[in-house]
Each structure stands twice: as C-alpha cells, then as structure tokens.
C-alpha cells in the first residue's frame, strides 16, 4: 500500500520515475508525486487522484534532475489531496513514505516551533531530519538519529540538499528493494515490479536495514549496529510480458481467463508425494494447524480448513491476521501456522506471522512472491505459480492458492496415514483435471455476460453455500462488493433462517452454490425458503443437480457447471462468480482493476 520509486542515475529521471509509478499504481492510486534534486535545489510535482494527473502536470513542465523520488498513496492519515501528498519537503530533505509512524502525534508536538504542510503521519521524518541537519548532523547521523525516534512501520525514499549524489532508502517493517541497472543506474522501489525491466540484479533490504545509493555504488546499514552489512544480489526475471493487458479490456478478465495455464503450471510443481517439505515427521506429527490471512486468502485458507479436517484428520483454526495476534491465541508448542498471502507483505499477516515465531511455533507461508517479506521469515515456504497479479481484485492467486492447498492436504494425509494409497492416488488424479475443468467452467463467460444487466439497480446479494462452498459464497460476495460496489453479504446457507432470511424480497438475488453432493438436498430446502419470500435465486449446480432440480427448476436461474469430483468443487464454483462479479462491474462502469478505496497490497495494519 503506497508505492515508493526513486532513481539514481547520469541521465533526467523525472519520466522513469512516472514509469516505475505507473507500475505500482496497483498498490494505492489516490494521489501521486515526485521531487527530483538538481543544483541542490528541489523540484516537485504533486496532483490528486490517479497517476495521469501527475503526468500531465510532469508533460507540461518536466522537471530536471538525474537524481529523483516518488511515490503513489493509498490514504491513512490525512484526506488524499495534493497537500498530503508525498513527496513531503523541507529545509535540506525530500522524501517518500509507505507504512505508519505510529507516534507521529507525539512527535509532531514534540517539534512545536514547526509549521506543519500537511495531515500526513509522514511529515514529522522530514522535520526530524531538517531539526538535527540545522543543528549540524550530516546525513548518516542525522538519519540514525531520526530512526531511533520512529515507532511504526516505514520504508522511505530520502533525497539530502547538501548529499546531491546520494538517494538514502530506509526499510523497517515496510518491503524496500535495490535495483542495479544499467551503466551504474540504481534504483530503490517498494516493490521490484516498478523497474524490473531496467534491473539485472537486485537486494531486497533485510527488516531495519537502511541503505546509501551514490555514485553507481550502494551501501548497506543495520540499524542495530550502524555498520555497513552485506546483503545478497539476485538476479531479476523477465516480468515485462505480465506488464501489458494484452486483448483484453481490463488485467482483471486476463486473469480470470489465465486460470488453467496457472493452475497447471503450479500443479505441476506439486506432483509428486514429499513434494512441498523435507519436514515429513514434522507434519506427520502435528496436533494442529493455525491458518492466518486477510481478504481473499484467508477465504483460501476457510476452504482449505475442510479439506484439512475431513481429508488429512487435522484440526484446524483460521483467523483474520488483524485479529490473531490481538485475541492471545493458545498455541499448543506441537502445532504448526500457515500463513496465506499472495503478496507476501499484507503488514497484518507480516505481524501474525512474527508473532506466532517468537511463540516457538513452526510457521509455513504460501505466497506468490518468493522474495517477498513473509516468505523471508517463515521456516518454510509453500508457493502459488501464478505470476504476477495487477487488478486489485485476487482472482488467478486465489485459486491457485486453493490448488496449492488441495495438494499439501493430499500430502499431509498421506504422511498422517489417514488415506490409504488408493484414495491418494485418486486425489492426485482429480487435482490433475483441474485445469481443464476450469478452461470449460470459463465458457460460462458469455451467459454471466448476459446475466449482469439485473444487478443493474440491485442494492443488496446474498450468496450461499454449504460446506466448502460456503467460503466460496463469501469470496463470491468479496468480489462482488469490492468491484461493483453493491452490498454483498456471503452465507453457509443453513444459517439463512437465523437472521438475512429478513432480507429477502422479490428485488433480491441470491446467488446459490449447489454442486451435486451429499448436501445438495439440504441446500434445496434452502432454496425453498428463499423462493417462499419471493427471493430471486441464481442456482449455480452441474449436470446431475440440475436433473434432480424436477420442477423447481422453473421457478429459478439454473447455470450448469461442469461436474467435478467434490474435492475441487470450491475452486470450479469460484469461476463463475469471478465473471459474474467482473461483468457486473463493466456493466455499471466502475473502474475494474483499481476500484475505489481498495489497494492490492496493504502493508499498514
Ligand atoms: C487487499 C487486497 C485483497 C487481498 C488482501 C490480502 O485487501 O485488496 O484482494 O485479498 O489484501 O492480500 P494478500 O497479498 O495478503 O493475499
């Protein structure tokens, strides 16, 4: 959340910088800046709202400097207008900032002869910094000494009047990384993905390090002991094809429709038995499992909670990550934890996850970033090959997630001794069909297509499932919400009667998960006291549900899936209401890949 670029280079930065902002829009796009420093003097550019308001302002008069920084917001303190937004600038310091000073009120008191340009939590860095300057620091001090007095999480992108040559990038408890291009260019961004293309190699700041980026050469610090430490460089992969929509209108129908390639590529790291962990007696043993997450994972991670009990006899809890930490969770010290995050850096699982560490607990972490922060911190890592995901709503990641989980429950069971080889094998067999089955749900598209036009002047969906699908009917109504902004709410069906069965009238849809499986019949008495009140139901079912539908099914929207074994149901019933969602949107014309209010990664708690 808030993206951080800044560049180092002999060349003007001032439209690299817009570039590498452009490609991290994704994660906060309410307003934008950038500052550059040439003839130690700052220039800078600010503008409300989206990227292209900054870069028409840079278009009209772009600003001179090879040396530069910039960032994109995604509000906490302060409303997003241009005032508060980054770059923050004083006497003798520029800069950016991602994350939160959590004693910024105290500080800003603290430095009371100061008057303040902005709401923002941030500004009190540059006061800081400018306080201990004019008292005669150079920059290294004053940094060290500004450090010692943040409390929160932060990365920043700093430029010093009197260091022209030197971009200062400081990461602690917020992702910072190091990009070396070409012809000693250096790069610094919360997020490699912002210059990927320019970079050959990178090193991803380690949590408290800070680090000097002068003159094609980088210097490294810990804020423990302030002497420079060595950090390791890796090579950066080829991201530039994942950059571009391609056909499509918006990244989000691209990576609905990339599902199969997705779901095959990461199957197919996981064909074979022990292929997620050497740690065999370690999960065999386990007496629990803790899975953590937010969003859309941690729906992943309420699905993967049945397949673990009822496949691999393993009890499990899943927890909101925001909550976890905060609820004093009694953690038996021969348990596990699993932390679900696509990007890796949600600051709340981050949290969870250092938590559950200094309990002693051994912590997993299934992420689709390998570099990133939580893949860094866990014992082991479980990891979704989805590539990289723009729209702002998870689509491709979550089921990916879920494939990955379906396969470490085979696994788990198997070393558990709760299956036997045979029941093993079939799991295997069924995982292996997910692809195609996916690539037929997918021709659902242009009914769902059709389908959007009635939400047109909907207020309010409900959507219901039982069992495993009963996590996919909240996912179901996340999307729903999060894209179109219609007031969604996801509900295990049996639960209708105990309160949202109020809500039903003749205006409105329910959205009905109801693969052919033992609960089918209970979910059709469901649909019964639905349609009692009037309801509107949109039945989502295959071949065999439908058949046994008899006459009911004249009085609701039948869709018919492909049939899947009921294993893999939750990820097949996940694609039509990702369409849905999606068609729904463009029908109403929202902005599909950066909806209002949300960000694709949030790194603030
Ligand atoms: C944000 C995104 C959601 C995502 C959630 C967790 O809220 O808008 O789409 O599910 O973060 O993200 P993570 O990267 O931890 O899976």
Redesign the pocket.
Known sequence: MCGIVGINGSTDVCFDLLAGLKRLEYRGYDSAGIATLCNKAFFRKRAEGKLINLERKVKERPLPGTIGIGHTRWATHGEPTANNAHPHQGKHVALVHNGIIENHEALRESLNQVVFQSETDSEVIVHLLDAYLDRGYDSIAAIRATLQQLRGSYALAILFKNAPDTLVGVCSGSPLVIGYGKEGRLFLASDIFAFANYCESVTYLEDGDWAELENSAVTIYSHKNACPVVRSRTPVADVAHQTTKGAYRHFMLKEIMEQPQVLKDTLAKYTSLCSFTAQADLWKNVSGLSIV?????FYAGCVARYWFEKIARLMVAVDIASEYRYRHPALSSDSCALF???????AD?LAAARFTKKEGIYCAGLVNVAESSLARGVDQILQTYAGLEIG???TK?FTAQLAVLASFVVEVASLREVISMEEQASLRKDLHMLPHLIEETLEMQESLQKLAPRFERVKAVLYLGRGALYPVALEGALKLK?ISYIHAEGYAAGELKHGPIALVDNKIPVIVLAPHDALFEKILSNVQEVLARKGQVIFFTDSDGASALGTLAERIRVYVLPKAPSFLAPIVYTIPLQLLAYYVATFKGTDVDQPRN?????TVE
């Not at 997450?293 to 994972?297: D, K, L, R, V």
């Open positions: 997450a937010c969003g859309t994972s679900i995050s696509q990007s890796g850096e949600t699982t702002v709503a998870s990641t999060e949300l960000a694709k990664s949030v």
